[in-house]
Structures are given as structure tokens and as C-alpha cells.
């Protein structure tokens, strides 16, 4: 009981701690492929650092969601963690409190915080880049949604550390056309939710294109901190995801000692760096697309996921 | 041991058909003329490649001449035969304005995949189950979706490429159903769809130098109408 | 002798039209091999008729896949004949044209090359080759529709292609089912025609009737069966008329053939709807054809809806029971054959003499073109089944199956159709050929197109009036007498059906 309490709470600090780093080293990589130098792979850290010392300003005309939101946004990738696996293959402590639908929703509720906050503080870009991100949120759900039910339907459950192991027992399992397609789905979802090109330009500087980050225009100091910290978790949140419960369900500590949990942290990183490689060379690749073809790139994911749905089915 | 290794052919099987929907998908999806070709090539090879998993699978030679024939006429002589026969027009051509707008064309794309589902589920019951897997469906899928592709399609190759995509759909069941038919017939299909290319190809080059376009789905005069407006829009 | 010496002369035509020679060298090479096709196979059906050939006999076909029987042969005379004098009127209708050499030998190696794949669909009876045979026909017609290159040409070949090749796919999915079908039935023989009705039996019901399905709405896509039928009456009036008379008079007969093999395929299993798919399906082809026979406005179109009214009868009269009408099915497709490539040469020598395609185009033909006008009126009283005429004494023998078969609603539709259709046409040509012009004929101001330029008019050439002489014989004789070969051969041609 006590070892699977802290299992559980070291997995929240693997995240707290290396969610940051994950977005430097994704940016870093970025700028050596478009041949510059780039920052350092810490800069996240320093960044909110400084943020964290620096005063917050708070608009008069703003109400308590405002104030408010900016933990929403931070603790809701905490409590996702809890259920998921991150370091462990077998279910801890606080796993079967929720399952991927209730993460999913746990998700979506910093989501909707974020949204309200825009609205709340009158900006006028702040309302906009709400009203897209709701925009993808519509079209990303369903998608969402058809890719835990075929999950389910496969598992026969939706505890993420049930649905581990069934890609991968026997190992054929793998390559069945579900478990491919709802990946590549799973994999465009990311691409939309994580805000990353194609959908999104998470380094652009221009408000009027921006999507996610003109929600947190308005924030500054320890609020707007929060606010990138809870973003860099819940990226590395659903990569986590990705890798430990649809892809690569290896390298998971099996063993309930301290030291087989501690191993399994630089095996869940170096997966992570491959999986970030995979993302730069995506990135690099694509252009962002204009706002109206995004409803194309879901729809293709939601083809996808349906396609896996029949291929399952059938 | 041989089981795992049979069960790992039919999953690989059912995965390299699953990505055959896919592609059908994309041709109906993707604006760029160019890159429905691309997506056809690799159609073509997935076909190639579920023929040979087949043929691993069920210890069936003649599929091996199948892919062996589909690898080479389809993603390697159909693109050669396109570049010498039709204007290189039809390759930079973009679809602007289609019939109707690409997550529709997609969403009725997804309803004929799973009316493809219930039309092969009375022949998937019929054959002897060694027969059965994920190729007709998803074959017939191909079928229903090519033709689909050539109702919502202006451009010249699109349009044919709906074609072959209806033969490779046609060819994906075949293999799975009716493995023995005799080297020669598939041999002499693969030889039509070409010939296919040819006439085609033909076809679009007489139309881009007559009509000025390779928008080919938008020749439209001939109907029942009077001889008014048929000399009206000719003018125009 | 071998049957595949009738598949000889169109490919050694082909090879040599292609030699630049004198201008007529092409003309003459395709019309001697024609005739030569035509007297092999006219041999050919005397042996069928006499019951010399039996089915899927070896010493008819060096190889399996060969095999003639009283049907085969019967289609293959009527492509042997309707080629023949097609090629005869092309001397003439060509030459109108004042083609380049070049582009004159590119129309007559299409047409040997189309003339071979029809020739091959009745000679082959393994069902996957007959495919890639009806897809030949397809495909080698598809220029000699596209010929004249207009826009409107153009349009209607890319049709053609489109639409044929679409079900040339989904048939090519049945054949394979059937094949599938087969192979279930636990039959070791191998895939030809009579193999599948020793088979049927066996074969499980849900194969065969996907199979039928696939290939009735696959190759009724090309035969011009009505919901499919939207591009037959573009192309078959797009092309230049030797061309339509091939297209509308023997391919749609022939693909018709193809699925007529199925019908016993579908008896010898027990359960099966194939009869009341084709009495639906007929029944609709005909009755949309007859109602939109009455607003063409091109005279060409008007024997092309004419050409699916009659596929749909045929279609209809296999519904009726092939032990019932069998021999009027047979007597239909021969008749339609070879009325109606007369009617498309009677449409050439009006387009020559006239110049225009439009019926409103056309008046008081017979003052001014006295052989055209009386071709004009001879094929369409033969189209439409006018009494003494082959077409009526088919149409006849069919309703009285029809009756038989205690089917009177249906029956009476089709004799409905059948009239409106004869209206329809009749009203047409009896303005065309007798009617005076009318002067105030385009209210909106349109250009004047009634009276044609002068150099599009053109004198009706000598081979054109053979070819209509030649082709109007069997028109005018074969409802008044038919040979006893003849009535042997269409006896045995639906014992096969």
C-alpha cells in the first residue's frame, strides 16, 4: 500500500519535474534542424523561474475565474498522472479512480478553464484564440472519443494499465490494423491538442494566428508560470499516453522495488526523446495550416480512428 | 511456432489492408493531383504486399506472381505510361472547387466503407474460412469508394486514378477469394489496367489540347436540353 | 479448323491498314477482312445449326477456354455482319471527312481492333478472359467515339470510358466472386461457361447471387440498362456513324450476351431471382427509354434511347422464362442487330445529306434526299416493329411468352412501352422525312442553324448506298422468311440460354 502511494507521487514529480525539459529539448532540436543555434534545453526551467519572481498583474475588470484558472491549468495534469501509467507497468495506488475517460475529461476541464479566462478579461485576442482552440476541441473530441471506445472494445476496459498490456500479449498483437490506426489518430491528436504544427504554431509571435497561446496573453508572474507549466505537463502528459499505453508499452518498471521504479525514469525519457525526434521531423516537414483546412486534418484523424473502429469491429 | 508466425502473416495482413482503406481515404481527401498519384502508387504496393502475405500465408506460388505483377505495372509502368501519354498539366492541377467539400466527401467515404462491411459479410459467410480475413470487405470498400471518387472528381486524374483504385479494390478480395485463378488472367488484368492508363492518358491530351483544361468533369453539354442553351454555353 | 481463325483477319488488318499505302488501302484491307471474317463464321453457324459443334466440345476449341455453341455463333455472325457493312459504309463516310492520311489510318486500326475484341467475347468462355474482352471493346472504341474531336465528342468518350470502365470494375469483382463461387462448389473442372452450370448446384447461394448482382449492374452499365444508361446516348451519338451502328447495333448485344450466360448458371441453382432482376430492370430500361424517346432533339440520340428500349426488352423477355421466350430473345438481339446499325447508316446519309444532327434541323427530307428519306423511313419502321418487319415478328413472339407465362401486368407494360416507343420515333421521322420547314422555329432569337451551311451538305457516296443496300436485306426479308439454318440456329441458341 505505502510503496504503491509513493510510486504514484514519484510518478507526479517525474512529470513535474522533466515536462519542462521535454519542451526544451523539443525546441532546441527544432531550431538545430532549421540550422540555428537555439536555446539551452533548460530554458523552460529559467523561464519559469523568472517568471515566478516577477510581480503579477491582475486586470480590475477581471472576476475570480481569472485568478483561478491558472491552478486548474497546473493541477489538472497532476491529477491525470495519478491514473496513468508513467513509470510503473502495474496499477498503483490511485489508478482505479478514474479511467482514460475521466482523464480525458480531467483534461478537458483546464481546458475549459483556460477558455473562460480568455473570455473573462475582455482582450480582444484572448476571446479569439478561445473561440479556436473550442474550435479544435469540437473536432479533436469525437476523435477522442471513438479511440477510447475502440480502446475499450479491445481491453474490454478502459483502465489505462489493463489496455497496456493487450497490444502486446502476444506480441503479434501489435501489428493488428487497429491498434496502427488508432495510434496514427491518437498520434494526429497530439499533433492537435499539444498545439504543434500543423494545427498550431506553439513558437509563432503573431495574435492574430495564434490558437492556444493567446488565451494566456493577459496572464503575467506566478499566474502565467503556472499556466506554462501546466501546458508543458499536460503535453507530456498525453505523450505519456501515447507511448506507455498505445505504442510502446516497454521499459515500465515491473518489479515493486524502489530501484526497478528509478530505472524505469531514463528508459520513459529516452522513449520520450525518440518520440520528441519523431515530432521535430513532423514538424519540420509540414506548414501550419490556414484555420479552415484544420477541420480536414481531423476529419482525417476521425477517418482513422473510424477506420480502426471497422477494422476491429469486423 | 508456426502458429505465432501464421498469426503474425494474418495480422500483418489485416494491418497492410487496413492501410490499403486508408489510402482509398486519402485519394478521396487529397487535393493535389499529384499526390492522389502518389497515394495510388502506395495503394499499389500494399496490394502487392497483401498478395504476397497471402501467399506466405497460405503456401498459394501463383499470389506470388500477383505482387510480383502489381509491383511492377501498377507503382512503376502506370506513372511512366501517364508522363508519355497525358499532358503534365494534370499533375500540378489542385482541385479548388469540388462537388462537395472534403470532410463530406470523407464522411460519405466512411458510410460506404461500412456498407462495404454488410454487402461482403454474406460472401465472407459463404467462402471456407480460409478464405475469409479482412480483404473482401475491404476490397469491395475499394470498389465502393473508387466509384465514389469518380462521381465527386473534376480533374482528369483523379478521375482515372478512381479507376485503377476500383480495380485494386476488385484485385483485393480476388486475391483473398479466389486465389487459383490462372497466371495468365491476372496477368492479362494487370495488362488491361494499363492499357486503361494508355487510352486514358490519350483521352486527357486530346481534351487538354481541344478544351484548354484537364478539368475533364466539367465537360458537361451533352444532355437533354434545347439547342439554345447548348449554343449559349458553348459561347461562353 | 479451328474457331480462332475467325480472330486472325481483324489483327492481320489492323497490322496492315497501318502501311501508308493508296488512300483507300486502309478502307479496302478492313472491308476484305471483314468479309472474310463474315464467311468463316457464316460457316461456323451452319455447323452450330446443324448441332455439328458441341458445346465446349475439344475439337471446335484447341484450348479450354475456346468453346462455341449455338449462341456464341449466332453473336458472332451478327458481328461479322453488322462489321462488314459498317466497314462498307465507312468508305464513304470517312472520305466526307477529307481526313489526313495518318488520322484515316488510326480510325480503321481502331475499328479492326474493336471488331476483334467483340469477335472474342462469344469465342472465349472462361468468364475472367470475357472480361478482359468486354473491357477491350471498351477501351478500343473509346477513340473511334471520341473520333471527330469536338468538345462534344470529347465529353462523351470520357463518359463512355468513365462509366464503362466502372462497371467493367464492379463486374471483374463478380467474376472473381463466382470464380470464388466455384471453387466453394468443390468443382475441379475449371472456370468456362458450362462448367458453371454443372457447378451451380453446388455453389453456395449467397456467392452467386452477390456474383450475379455484380455483373448484371457491372456489364448493364455498358449494354445500357437504365439507371446506368446516362452515357450511351452520347457516345452512341457522338461517334461518327459506322461507329454508332458497331456501338448500338452489336456491342450492347454482345455485352448482353455475357449476362444472358449467366441466366442458366442461375436456373441449374435452385433459388435464385435472376428472372425477376431482369424483368425489373428490363421493364424500367424500357419504359425510360420509350418516354424520353419522346423529347430528343437529336436524331442520332433518338435511335441511341431506341438502342436501350431494346436492350430492355431483351432483358425483359429473359424475365419472362427462357423456356417461354427463349427463342424471341434470340430472335430479338438478331433482329435488333441488324435493324438498327441500318438505322444509324440511314442517320449517316441523313448527317451527310443534311449536315446537321438536329431533328428540328431536318424537313421535307425526301424531296431532298430521296435515298436517305426512304432509308430514314425503312429503319424506323423496322426499329419500332412496325408488322411485316423482323422487329415486330420478335416483339411479338415475346408478348405472346409473356402472356404464356400468365405475366399480363407486365406484359401489358411492355406492350405499352412498346407503342409510346414507336410513337415517339415515328412522329419524329415522319417530320424529318415528310414534314414542311417551319419558319418562325427559333423564338429566342438563337442563330439560324435550320438551314445547313452548303458545304455540309454532301452527296450520299456510292459505298454509303451499298452499305445501306446490304444492310437493309435481312431488314426487309428476315420477318417475311428466315432460313431454315437460320431458325435451326436460333433454336439452339436458346437451348443454350
Redesign the interface.
Known sequence: MIPYIVFNLMQVVVVLLCAPLASGVLSRMKEIVQSKQGPSIFQPYRDLWKLFHKDEIVSEESSWIFRFTPYVVFATPIMVTLLIPVLTNYPLFFAFMGDMIAGGFILSLGGFFSTLAAIDTANPYGPMGASRTRMVGFLSEPVFMIVFFTVSFVAGSTIPYIVQEKWVTPLVFFVTPSHVLLMLAFLMLILAEGGRIPVDNPTGHFELAMIDESKSLEYSGRGFALIKWGGHMKFFVLMCIFLNVLLTPWGLAADQTLGAVLLAVPKVLLKVFIFLVVIVVIESQLSKLRLFRIAEFLGAAFVTSVAAVIAQVF | MND?IN??LD??N??V???F??TA??IV?MRQARGVLSLFIVQSLLLAASAALLGLRHHAESLFGVALVNLISKPMIVPWLLRKTSPSEIYTRREVSQVLS??AA??I??AL??LA?F?A???S????PE?RG?NV?I??AG?LI??FT?TVRREALP?LVG?LV??N???L??IS??R??PFL?EL??AT?GL??VF??G??IR??QR??GSTA?GE????K?V???SL??R?IK | MSVLVILVPPLVAAALVCVPFKRQWAAGVTVASSAIVLILTARIALRASTGDLAPDDGSVGALRWIAVDGLSALIVLLVAFVSTTAAIFSIGYMSRLRLRPWRLRLYYVNYNLFVFSMLAIPLLAEPTLVWIAVELTTLCSALLVSFENTREALEAAWKYVVLSLMGAGLALFGFLVLYAAVQASGWSGGYTWSALIQAAPRMPPALLQAAFLAILIGLGTKAGLVPMHTWLPDAHSQAPSPVCALLSGIETSTILYVILRLFPVMQASRNSHAETWALVLGLVSVGTAAFLLLQVRDYKRMFAFSTVEHMGIVLASVGFGAAAAGSGTMMQIVSHAVTKSFCFFAAGAVLMSEGTREIAGVRGLIGRSPAAGAALVIGGLGITGAPPLAVFLSELSILRAGLAQRLYLATALLALFIVIAFFGIMLHINRMVFGARETASRPLGGPERSEPAPDARFAIPFSCKLGLVVAAVPVLTLGLYQPQALQDLLQRAAAAL
Do not use: H, K
Open positions: 505465432t498469426q503474425l495480422n500483418l489485416a494491418l489492408t487496413g492501410l482503406l486508408l481515404f486519402g481527401a472534403i470532410p470523407l464522411l467515404a466512411l466503407a461500412i462491411y454487402f459479410l454474406p460472401i459467410n459463404a467462402v471456407a478464405f479482412p470487405p476490397g469491395v470498389l473508387g466509384a469518380l478521375l479507376l476500383m480495380e479494390g476488385a484485385f478480395s480476388g477469394i479466389s487459383n485463378l488472367v492479362a488484368i488491361d492499357i486503361i487510352i486514358s490519350i483521352l486530346t481534351v481541344r478544351v475533364v465537360l458537361a453539354n451533352l437533354e434545347s439547342a439554345e449554343e449559349g458553348a
